[in-house]
C-alpha cells in the first residue's frame, strides 16, 4: 500500500486549501482513513477521519472548516480546508487502517498559514 499526499502550500489566514491523498495497492472505500498532522513540538493528531463504516469524525479543532471526502472512483481522500487559522499550520499526514489492523502512512503535507 502506498498513500501519496498532496495539496500543501502557503496560505493567508481565512484561505482555503484542498489536500488530496491517493492510495495505491488497496480501496479506500474498504479501509478507515484519516488525516493527522503535526505541529512543530507537538504530539501528531486526528484531524479528520471515516471509519470502515464509513462514519466521519472530526477534531473539534476543525469542525465547521474541514471537510473530508473520498472518490472511490480515483482511490482518493480529500480534506477541504476552510477558514483557515494559523494554529492550522503543520505537516498534514494520511493514513490508512485496514481491517487487519495494518496501518500505512503517507508521506506529509506542508500547510503554512500566515497571519
Known amino acids: 500500500v502506498q498513500l501519496q499526499a498532496s495539496g500543501g502550500g502557503l496560505v493567508q489566514a481565512g484561505g482555503s486549501l484542498r489536500l488530496s491523498c491517493a492510495a495505491t495497492?488497496?480501496?479506500?472505500?474498504?479501509?478507515?482513513m484519516a488525516w493527522y498532522r503535526q505541529a512543530p513540538g507537538n504530539q501528531r493528531e486526528l484531524v479528520a477521519g471515516?471509519?470502515?463504516?464509513?462514519?466521519?469524525n472530526y477534531a473539534d479543532s476543525v469542525k465547521g472548516r474541514f471537510a473530508i471526502s473520498r472518490d472511490n472512483t480515483k482511490n482518493t481522500v480529500y480534506l477541504q480546508m476552510n477558514s483557515l487559522k494559523p494554529e492550522d499550520t503543520a505537516v498534514y499526514y494520511c493514513?490508512?487502517?485496514?481491517?487487519?489492523?495494518?496501518?500505512?502512512w503517507g508521506e506529509g503535507t506542508q500547510v503554512t498559514v500566515s497571519s
Open positions: 495497492g488497496s480501496a479506500v472505500s474498504m479501509n478507515a
Open positions: 493514513q490508512m487502517i485496514s481491517i487487519y489492523g495494518f496501518q500505512y
Open positions: 471515516f471509519s470502515i463504516s464509513g462514519s466521519i
